[in-house]
T-cell receptor, first 115, second 111 residues
Framework: GENVEQHPSTLSVQEGDSAVIKCTYS??????FPWYKQELGKGPQLIID?????GEKKDQRIAVTLNKTAKHFSLHITETQPEDSAVYFC??????????????FGRGTSLIVHP | KAGVTQTPRYLIKTRGQQVTLSCSPI?????VSWYQQTPGQGLQFLFE???????NKGNFPGRFSGRQFSNSRSEMNVSTLELGDSALYLC??????????FGPGTRLTVT
């Protein structure tokens, strides 16, 4: 089955700096890669996703890049703000028969943005 | 649109008991999935329902079961609770099984 490694497990940055979180996956058939943000006491929130036919996607201060050859994808947050502090999860989804998917998640990165 | 809602938000049960958790998906979403989140194992997929049919199941014992109703609402049941079942149980819904939106979760504590 799919295996997803996520690094680093903790990331501490100063407000205004950039943050990068990296994930690698094992199943070359995976073709959908979402990123989730989970704040304390809440469920994960889908913040951005990328499909395998796209190399990069941006949404304001957030961007995701995908390298299918190397089987890794990264989340980039620019101009970080204290409200970006949360746990971030990546996931990789290989397609199954019938058009369904089962996600495999990374272990999460705790991002701390210091004011 | 209202988000995914889960009830109850917190639950304390005793070993050996059973529990039923409820999930109301976002209106129009036909796919509902359940996940278990623990500090030790992370986020793990339990099962997915689509149009009242279980489409996929994760690697969990048969004590974990679920169902989906015609209005897409879903329930998850855990029988013969064990201490290791203590976790945050998350429900997610989506227009497809890959684009998923999570609810706030039900925190289950087994004593």
């Amino acid at each position: 089955g799919e295996n997803v490694e996520q690094h680093p497990s903790t990331l501490s940055v100063q407000e205004g700096d950039s943050a990068v979180i990296k994930c690698t996956y094992s199943d070359s058939a995976s073709n959908y890669f979402p990123w989730y943000k989970q704040e304390l006491g809440k469920g994960p929130q889908l913040i951005i996703d990328i499909r395998s036919n796209v190399g990069e996607k941006k949404d304001q201060r957030i961007a995701v890049t995908l390298n299918k050859t190397a089987k890794h994808f990264s989340l980039h947050i620019t101009e970080t703000q204290p409200e970006d502090s949360a746990v971030y999860f990546c996931a990789a989804l290989p397609p199954l028969a019938g058009g369904s998917y089962i996600p495999t998640f990374g272990r999460g990165t705790s991002l701390i943005v210091h004011p | 649109k209202a988000g995914v809602t889960q009830t109850p938000r917190y639950l304390i049960k005793t070993r050996g008991q059973q529990v039923t958790l409820s999930c109301s998906p976002i209106s129009g979403h036909r796919s509902v999935s359940w996940y278990q989140q623990t500090p030790g194992q992370g986020l793990q997929f339990l099962f997915e329902y689509f149009s009242e049919t279980q489409r996929n199941k994760g690697n969990f014992p048969g004590r974990f079961s679920g169902r989906q109703f015609s209005n897409s609402r879903s329930e998850m049941n855990v029988s013969t609770l064990e201490l290791g079942d203590s976790a945050l149980y998350l429900c997610a819904s989506g227009p497809s099984s890959y684009e998923q939106y999570f609810g706030p979760g039900t925190r289950l504590t087994v004593t």
